[in-house]
């Protein structure tokens, strides 16, 4: 059974659809993570899953059991808010335990809650504390700790790493995600971070204006995007989309004059493939010219000008190469992705071709 299952849900504000007719579930124990842009509506609908707003049309079931109208009291959730929604005049044990206070737990039982999770968090030496002396990172386990010493058997997450910089935030992915596994807790993510979603995701529910546009494991949507704005959204640095016409019987990256990278097919097609999946040749394959050269330590991300559209290629190694000089690439039939360029879905309607010697 589904810790957590929504069907056909609609939010409305007045005129503005901020949720469109989306359907998930979520299985007990799993992490799923809602990824999109900024005002997609991924906070709305974790809002509704918490009872914080209302669910327009549609239905929220939380154990089975439909919780569609039911206050957030009784549907047993925690909750981890961006803000981490701290008192600032409370020292970090006092916020841990405010919502067992509010509830009115045994003091005993509170106290060897806090025991035990402070201890988890890493957060022993620190409850004494007030906010205001805690570090970004400290602060978001004290965040964490007020959601797990609830001891709710779900926990929802909205973009709580959004504040920390990138370091702590990759350290903070591993704790979350392994204090995650630890407890068994069913956890719903939301974050516009695609690297955040990649790694600590068990499902991914990709959202666009308020609609479901791909879900599946982080690997799915990677290898086989179902849509243009799928292949774009997901990859550091995003696949290469580019448009391709018809030039002598086959299909060639637009503005060259091939090799042909498809075989003719119906209708105006754009060609994906991800930056790692190109290879520079030494003069064979598709022609471009140098545009930048941003060496990274491990690789360097070589962009170029082929014909009137711009690629990337993910290089190993360091290559300095000067703007404007003449680059080769090439590239296995079996990485090219075609998607219709009217309605940016994946397609069939052609065969890519080899871009080889």
Not at 8 to 13: A, F, I, N, Y
């Amino acid at each position: 059974m589904a810790a957590i299952e929504l069907v056909s849900v609609t939010k409305t504000w007045g005129a503005t659809v901020a949720v469109r007719d989306i359907s998930f579930a979520v299985d007990e124990g799993s992490f799923v993570v809602l990824l999109g842009p900024s005002g997609c509506g991924k906070s709305t609908t974790l809002r509704m899953i918490a009872g914080l707003d209302d669910v327009t049309s549609g239905r929220v079931l939380i154990g089975g059991e439909d919780m569609t109208g039911a206050p957030p009291a009784e549907r047993r959730v925690s909750m981890v808010f961006q803000s981490y929604a701290l008192f600032p005049h409370l020292d970090t044990g006092e916020n841990i335990l405010f919502g067992l206070n509010a509830r009115k737990v045994p003091k005993p039982d509170q106290s060897a809650r806090l025991v035990r999770v402070a201890e988890m968090v890493g957060l022993t030496e620190l409850l004494d504390r007030k906010p205001s002396q805690l570090s970004g990172g400290q602060r978001q386990r004290v965040a964490l700790a007020r959601a797990i010493i609830a001891e709710n058997p779900i926990c929802l997450m909205d973009e709580p790493l959004s504040n920390l910089d990138a370091k702590l935030r990759h350290e903070m992915r591993v704790e979350i995600r392994a204090l995650q596994k630890r407890l068994d807790m069913t956890t719903v993510y939301v974050t516009h971070d695609q690297t955040e979603a990649m790694s600590m995701a068990d499902q991914v529910v990709l959202m666009r204006d308020g609609a479901i546009e791909q879900q599946g494991p982080p690997a799915e949507l990677y290898d086989v995007p179902e849509t243009v704005f799928a292949a774009g959204f997901i990859g550091t640095p995003p696949m290469n989309l580019l448009k391709i016409e018809e030039a002598g019987g086959g299909l060639v990256i637009a503005g060259t004059q091939g090799p042909a990278v498809a075989e003719a097919g119906t209708g105006g097609l754009v060609m994906g493939i991800r930056p790692e999946k190109i290879a520079i040749s030494d003069g064979f394959g598709i022609e471009g010219r140098i545009e930048s050269c941003d060496y990274l330590g491990a690789d360097t991300i070589v962009g170029a000008r082929v014909g009137s559209q711009s690629i990337l290629v993910r290089a190993h190694g360091r290559h300095s190469l000067p703007a404007g000089s003449r680059i080769h690439f090439h590239w296995q039939e079996s990485e090219v992705h075609l998607f219709d360029d009217e309605t940016g879905a994946r397609t069939t309607g052609a065969r890519p071709l080899p871009v080889a010697a």
